[in-house]
């Protein structure tokens, strides 16, 4: 997967060794803190598919690697699995979180499971790849959701996910714009629905991004274990829908 990733984004011009993308002057602007695109991130255990595949499509980057060479597949990995220590992570941000959304979703397949080892598990891609480095880890505007979601397509197909968690509502509009998916009239916190992402069927559930905390804490609470459940069920046997 990564080796098919890195063509992608060279293919694209967003790959970081080789960034040449059309609307990095359009998103750059005058801003002279914008750091350009950093690859998705893909668990080693993910890609061979030793569990339900489980993809999550978050926002922008609140903060990158000003060396190119560190924002690479393989090197993102590397990070990743060499370097992050979620003991020292900040237990209300959203990088700790989506550890722990992993591990609570997946540990029924794997009972000795734990947060630190969930990243193997799991892959994480950001429907904007530059990072403005706004204060406080702020929101980029607007333009480059919508200059960047189209890439999440090509990532989509070759990741094939399993399961898709969507981080934040900006993350469920580029989903539903770029494969046309039709939302369902539930709207209940603990929704669910499966979906159609080119040629496979993936269970799909749009999350709030842990920013949002009171809300988000909601769905950690009540619905964290029924998805864990509904998961097991769905995939346990080895049958993917």
Known sequence: MLRELEAYYQKEGIYPLDFHCPYLSVCRKD????????????????????LPRLLFLSLDPGSSERDASRRTPEAVRYQEEHECNTDTLVKSRHWYRTHE???????????????????????????????????NHASAPVILFKNCQRYIWGEIEILKPDILITQGKRAREALKEVFGIFESEDCSLCRSQWIRLGEKSVLWFPTYHPRNFGVFNRQRKECFEIWAQFIYEAFHSGKKN
Not at 118 to 134: D, E, R, W
């Open 101 to 135: 959304m992993a591990w609570r979703l997946l540990k029924k397949f794997k009972p000795n499971l734990d947060i630190q080892s969930s990243h193997l598990y799991f892959a994480h891609i950001n429907t904007v790849k530059c990072c403005v480095c706004n204060k």
């Open 31 to 50: 801003n002279e803190n914008f750091i350009e695109a950093k690859s998705a991130f893909v668990g080693s255990e993910y890609e061979k598919g030793t």
